[in-house]
């Protein structure tokens, strides 16, 4: 059975240079099949209230979200490390509120982690959540919950001036006892030379192939959104969207044309017991194949 990634395991990765896969995943389902995949972690991110939710940004998502989702994910995905996104303004408020709501992350939602945006603003925080116990990701440059602030969706880290600054962002991070760091969108070789300041891993996304792992969104992978909006960092591995719209409608147009359902589809009478095994377990059948359509009706078994 596969083991779950450990943090120490994640800093040998990286001194291995073996690379970090990561991908969001909001659900049982989802979490699940990542899982099957092979992934190395699953992020419960906040893009949540992007790509399930439908909000426009991050910033609705509440902590109650993010606990429900993490749990259904972590049902899915038992054998994977998870990291739960804390969503806006769930920490930054005071450390004790910081600390309470990543417990709920762990204790409610079952994460092995949290992940928080920020830099040198947020160190005090992370370095009481680490003292507590609770392994912390830090995420910089592109920080969704700040995109009023940072004026858009932008690349981060052009000008010297903020380069320096997501390069002490990353080293406070370190410092603090973060034991990776999320770069969003931030230009290739800063990314690179971040990753090689530290000695913790980096996961990239929109951060070139300097990094230590990367993190796409599930739904971006999959192409599972309507309309689809292409990103140029993102590499789309199939169009599930497509896929789902075209089924969806060949069903819609079978129930109305009456080709769905067809004969192997419905059930005759003398497959009663046949029913009764799916509803009730074997009594039931053995007590329908004496008795049939009396037994089920009682039995609540004819609702089929
Ligand atoms: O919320 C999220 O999905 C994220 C990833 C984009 C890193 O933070």
């Known amino acids: 059975m596969k083991q779950?990634?450990?943090i120490t395991k994640m800093k040998k990765m990286k001194q291995q240079g073996e690379a970090i896969s990561m991908l969001t995943a909001y659900d049982y389902p989802s979490?699940?099949?990542?899982?099957?995949?092979?992934?190395?972690?699953?992020?419960?991110?906040?893009?949540?209230?992007?790509?399930?939710?439908g909000y426009d940004?991050?910033?609705?998502?509440?902590?109650?979200?993010?606990?429900?989702?993490?749990?259904?994910?972590?049902?899915g995905a038992a054998?994977?490390?998870?990291?739960?996104?804390?969503?806006?303004?769930t920490y930054r408020l005071s450390?004790?509120?910081?600390?309470?709501?990543?417990?709920?992350?762990?204790?409610?939602?079952r994460a092995h982690a949290v992940k928080m945006e920020g830099g040198t603003d947020i160190a005090d925080e992370v370095a009481a959540l680490v003292r507590a116990?609770?392994?912390?990701?830090?995420?910089?440059?592109?920080?969704?919950?700040?995109?009023?602030q940072l004026g858009g969706y932008k690349v981060q880290g052009k000008l010297p001036k903020e380069a320096q600054q997501l390069i002490d962002d990353a080293k406070a991070l370190e410092a603090a006892g973060a034991f990776a760091i999320v770069l969003?969108?931030?230009?290739?070789?800063?990314?690179?030379?971040?990753?090689?300041?530290?000695?913790?891993?980096?996961?990239?996304?929109?951060?070139?192939?300097?990094?230590?792992?990367?993190?796409?969104?599930?739904?971006?992978?999959?192409?599972?959104?309507s309309p689809y909006r292409e990103k140029k960092f993102v590499k789309?591995?199939?169009?599930?969207?497509?896929?789902?719209?075209?089924?969806?409608?060949?069903?819609?147009?079978?129930?109305?044309?009456?080709?769905?359902?067809?004969?192997?589809?419905?059930?005759?009478?003398q497959e009663q017991s046949e029913i009764a095994s799916l509803y009730g377990g074997q009594e039931q059948a053995a007590a329908a194949s004496e008795s049939p359509a009396k037994e089920l009706l009682h039995q609540g078994g004819a609702r089929t």
């Open 4 to 6: 779950a990634l450990t």
């Open 31 to 53: 979490a699940k099949l990542a899982e099957e995949a092979g992934i190395d972690i699953i992020l419960v991110g906040d893009s949540l209230g992007n790509v399930v939710l």
């Open 57 to 75: 940004t991050t910033i609705p998502v509440t902590l109650d979200d993010m606990v429900y989702h993490t749990r259904a994910t972590v049902r």
């Open 79 to 89: 054998n994977t490390f998870v990291v739960a996104d804390l969503s806006f303004m």
């Open 95 to 109: 450390v004790e509120t910081t600390l309470r709501n990543a417990a709920r992350l762990m204790q409610e939602g």
């Open 133 to 148: 116990g609770i392994p912390v990701m830090g995420h910089i440059g592109l920080t969704p919950q700040s995109v009023h």
């Open 184 to 225: 969003e969108l931030v230009t290739e070789p800063l990314a690179a030379a971040i990753t090689r300041e530290l000695s913790i891993p980096t996961i990239g996304i929109g951060a070139g192939r300097g990094c230590d792992g990367q993190v796409l969104v599930y739904h971006d992978l999959l192409k599972y959104a």
């Open 236 to 269: 789309t591995y199939a169009d599930i969207g497509t896929t789902i719209r075209e089924a969806i409608s060949s069903y819609v147009t079978e129930v109305k044309s009456r080709a769905f359902p067809a004969e192997q589809h419905a059930f005759g009478v």
